[in-house]
T-cell receptor
Framework: DAEITQSPRHKITETGRQVTLACHQT?????MFWYRQDLGHGLRLIHY???????NKGEVSDGYSVSRSNTEDLPLTLESAASSQTSVYFC?????????????FGPGTRLTVT | RKEVEQDPGPFNVPEGATVAFNCTYS??????FFWYRQDCRKEPKLLMS???SGNEDGRFTAQLNRASQYISLLIRDSKLSDSATYLC????????????FGAGTRLAVHP
């Protein structure tokens, strides 16, 4: 069965370190997304990609970067981790649905920056 | 103003009750609408799409009112397993595959 996975599931890191969160999907979807979720804010879009070598900034992209070298993977990098980036990160991919794009989410990565 | 607004709740209802959530969106050109369900500390999962004419899936009914820019979700005969956060989701016209998520409405069904 097709799926979307994230690793690690939990990560503790120190302020200033570079951190990369992995996202891998086997849906063969062109569209992939990274969100962060914090209490009171819901899901906020960080970066997204519509295909290989395509990347776009979302509403909260400062301090984050992504690269898309193949269809399956969209790693998210925190260049220099800050305490404000402590959050739960979800990766998603989307395919066409009858009523519009339907996104499928990975299980999430809980990141703590100390 | 947030693009998608929901009452955060919580809605505390007994088993068997009928409960309704509303959601408003600000972009009148929005194209697609969905309800997602999120269990505590888990990933969001698509519950149902919302069609212009309204649609039903078992105990769940979704309605769209474009003129007033709101979406509703009705849950009949609530089950304990319906306890979760329900996210209202809108796809804006400019980015067909992008989704804008509301912060969610929490539902707690008790025996």
């Amino acid at each position: 069965d097709a799926e979307i996975t994230q690793s690690p599931r939990h990560k503790i890191t120190e302020t200033g370190r570079q951190v990369t969160l992995a996202c891998h999907q086997t849906w063969n979807h062109n569209n992939m997304f990274w969100y962060r979720q914090d209490l009171g804010h819901g899901l906020r879009l960080i970066h997204y990609s519509y295909g290989v070598h395509d990347t776009n900034k979302g509403e909260v992209s400062d301090g984050y970067s992504v690269s898309r070298s193949n269809t399956e993977d969209l790693p998210l990098t925190l260049e220099s981790a800050a305490s404000s980036q402590t959050s739960v990160y979800f990766c998603a991919s989307s395919g066409p649905g009858l009523a519009g794009p339907e996104q499928y989410f990975g299980p999430g990565t809980r990141l703590t920056v100390t | 103003r947030k693009e998608v607004e929901q009452d955060p709740g919580p809605f505390n209802v007994p088993e068997g009750a009928t409960v309704a959530f509303n959601c408003t969106y600000s972009n009148s050109a929005s194209q697609s609408f969905f309800w997602y369900r999120q269990d505590c500390r888990k990933e969001p999962k698509l519950l149902m799409s919302v069609y212009s004419s309204g649609n039903e899936d078992g105990r769940f009914t979704a309605q769209l009112n474009r003129a007033s820019q709101y979406i509703s979700l009705l849950i009949r005969d609530s089950k304990l397993s319906d306890s979760a956060t329900y996210l209202c989701v809108v796809s804006p016209s400019g980015g067909y595959n992008k989704l804008i998520f509301g912060a969610g409405t929490r539902l707690a069904v008790h025996p």
